[in-house]
């Protein structure tokens, strides 16, 4: 074999090594969840069905709420007042395998749990999908979006919004086989599809998803506004930047 091909397979071999092992790795990467059991703020409010966990209060619009990977519904309570606060009601979403939820997280469990919950509000509370608004955070987004593409909100509000797993990953290893990447939460390829009407805030700073992977997005989705929250990194939204959030947010849940 000439030193060529020989590099070209040593080559191969290693960005198979490498996805071999992120392929091993990556749940735990996607959902870094905190530990288990811990209870959220307003037990009175948590509902547990044969299929969803989520915090719910009433109102005449909801808004679901599905949070970031690195927390569960105990740490969602300052994003759950802000919404109250704009006199929404607000059904807030656990995923399989955090915070009181059982299972084990995935891809496909996030949006199962998502969708049983909507359905719960449509069945159990007659509120159906043109009175709710989907807003997702950080890794929400993905769910946010799926929930859209299925037709079970009315509007969309996407928080500090990562276009694909795939991206984020090649960020990294610029190589890396789309193929091997086990929850993919490609929102980029949903966008076009989504007509409803569509709020992107991100900030500019941020150093976790790239501003312009929101950018990407708002261009993508026929129907999206951008809001870029000046200086704003991934985790400070709600506190160094918690009168943008409300500016941003308070219109656009007028519907």
Known sequence: MSKRRWGLAVGGLCVLAVAVAGSCSQTAMIFPAPPQGREPAYPDNLVKTSSATFLFFEGKKVVAYFHGNGEDLADSIPMISLLRSLGMGVLAVEYPGYGVAGGSPSERGAYAAAESALLWLRSDRQIGPERVVLLGQSLGTGVASEMAKRGLGARLVLISPFTSVVEMARRM??????????????????????????????????????????????????????????GGQHNDLLTMHAIAMREALSPFLRF
Request: aromatic content about 12%; charged content about 15%.
């Open 173 to 230: 290893f610029p190589f890396f086989p789309a193929a091997f990447v086990r929850h993919p939460f490609d929102t980029e390829s949903k966008a076009p599809a989504i007509a409803l009407p569509v709020l992107i805030v991100h900030g500019t700073e941020d150093e976790v998803v790239p501003f312009t992977m929101g950018e990407r997005l708002a261009r993508l989705f026929p129907h999206a506004q951008l809001v870029p929250l000046a």
